[in-house]
């Protein structure tokens, strides 16, 4: 019903900056949240941030100002613009979505295919 397509991840350096992309496409009028997670090998699946439909976000403290999350209602895509990436940041960067209102893209239904992001020099 929903699929999420993800763009912007690669190699970047410490300390570099990049943008993650994610549009919904098929019944995007259902989705309110959208959402980004990260897991490494071997690690726990971590929030980084989510926006809603009408703005509402939060970022996880580990990330807090340096990542900001921001959306494109219109283009149905959401944006989070990383800045100031550490080594220990690389993962496989996942975008998630829901028709629910929660900030936790953890709990939601629709996952993206995930972009990797590799921060090294």
């Known amino acids: 019903q929903v699929q999420l397509m993800e763009s912007g991840g690669g190699l970047v350096q410490p300390g570099g900056s990049l943008t993650l992309s994610c549009t919904a496409s098929?019944?995007?009028?259902?989705?309110?949240?959208m959402g980004w997670y990260r897991q490494a090998p071997g690690k726990h699946r971590e929030v980084v941030s989510a926006i809603t439909s009408g703005g509402r976000s939060n970022t996880a403290d580990s990330v807090k100002g340096r990542f900001t999350v921001s959306r494109n209602n219109s283009k149905n895509t959401a944006y989070v613009q990383m800045n100031n990436v550490k080594p220990q940041e690389t993962a496989v960067y996942y975008c998630?979505?829901?028709?629910?209102?929660?900030?936790?893209?953890?709990?939601?239904?629709?996952w993206g295919q995930g972009t990797q992001i590799t921060v090294s020099s």
């Open positions: 098929g019944n995007y009028f259902a989705i309110n949240a």
């Open positions: 998630s979505a829901d028709h629910k209102y929660e900030l936790d893209p953890l709990k939601y239904d629709f």
